[in-house]
């Protein structure tokens, strides 16, 4: 059964705005995940191994935040709210509580921009007021003059194959089913991309790799493109360092001394790694021409 808790906030303003998300404020209508991504770095023991376990819906979170952007919208404090940052807003249970929904017909109402971050096919269902959004927010001062949007949407990807997926992100909406939603959205004229976070090492982020997932970025014709490599944190049998070690014995055991290697310092992989992983990327981005920011 899902645990439903009382929130005091449920808007966060953001300490500064991230270069490739523009989070303002960040909202997440439920806590924990059924998505159960093995690399996701609010994993821990408070999660456990399944985070569907312990996923939770914040049931007063309407009306603390018709309070709070009532606030911020009488002192002009306009700014874009990233949907969601800790957990995704279209995970099963949203089709049952609707909670993810309600926020949307909240922030219209209040005229915020708005920016979501899903591995989910749900988005679809809420096209009608993310397009409301997009005609009717207003845009914090600093981005007027920058950006010709108010409502964004941005699939998140660790690989576009549906059988590595299964591995590392059991619960989440396939891959192909992702795509074939980005393909839809973009068919409606929604400014939307692609957070390739995390790349995995050696298994998507090889130059094949790479040239398969950004052709296809190219040819749906995708305004943007967010590449990351990969940090894993923890030592406990919950901790994202320790499932993914954990997948890759069982199903890369090829690769396990490699990825040992890689983070048997810290949570992310040494210079040397990131540096040719960045070059790889750029390489990549220059050659399909895709953007590497909203703007």
């Known amino acids: 059964m899902l645990n439903e808790v009382i929130v005091?906030?449920?808007l966060n303003k953001t300490k500064r705005r991230d270069p490739?998300?523009?989070?303002?404020y960040t909202i997440n209508p439920y806590s924990a995940c059924s998505f159960n991504c093995l690399?996701?770095?609010?994993?821990?023991s408070k999660y456990g191994e399944h985070m569907e376990d312990t996923l939770s819906v914040k049931i007063n979170a309407l009306e603390i935040l018709e309070r709070q952007l009532k606030n911020r919208a009488k002192k002009n404090q306009y700014g874009i709210i990233v949907l969601s940052s800790a957990t995704d807003p279209y995970l099963q249970v949203e089709?049952?509580?609707g909670?993810?929904?309600?926020?949307?017909?909240v922030i219209h109402h209040y005229r915020f921009p708005v920016h979501v971050i899903t591995k989910s096919d749900l988005v679809v269902r809420d096209f009608d007021l993310l397009k409301k959004i997009d005609n009717d927010a207003i845009l914090p001062t600093d981005l007027q003059s920058a950006l010709r949007h108010k409502a964004y949407i941005t699939f998140s990807f660790s690989t576009i194959d549906d059988d590595?997926?299964?591995?590392f992100e059991p619960g989440a909406t396939p891959p192909s089913k992702r795509l074939s939603t980005l393909k839809e959205t973009l068919k409606e004229k929604f400014h939307a991309g692609v957070s390739l976070m995390p790349l995995l090492p050696y298994i998507t982020d090889s130059e094949e790799q790479l040239d398969l997932m950004f052709h296809?970025?190219?040819?749906?014709?995708?305004?943007?493109?967010?590449?990351?490599?990969i940090t894993l944190f923890g030592d406990n049998k919950h901790d994202s360092k320790t499932l993914m070690l954990k997948?890759?014995?069982?199903?890369?055991?090829?690769?396990?001394?490699?990825?040992?290697?890689?983070f048997s310092f810290g949570y992310s992989p040494p210079s040397w790694y990131r540096n040719a992983f960045q070059k790889k990327v750029e390489r990549m981005t220059e050659q399909y021409h895709l953007k590497t920011t909203l703007m």
């Open 8 to 10: 005091k906030s449920v």
């Open 20 to 24: 490739w998300f523009l989070d303002d």
């Open 39 to 44: 690399y996701c770095y609010i994993r821990g």
């Open 95 to 97: 089709k049952h509580y």
């Open 99 to 105: 909670l993810t929904r309600s926020i949307l017909e």
């Open 164 to 167: 590595v997926g299964k591995i």
């Open 216 to 229: 296809q970025f190219q040819q749906l014709g995708v305004h943007y493109v967010f590449p990351a490599s």
């Open 247 to 262: 997948a890759i014995q069982k199903h890369y055991p090829s690769l396990t001394e490699k990825y040992q290697k890689l």
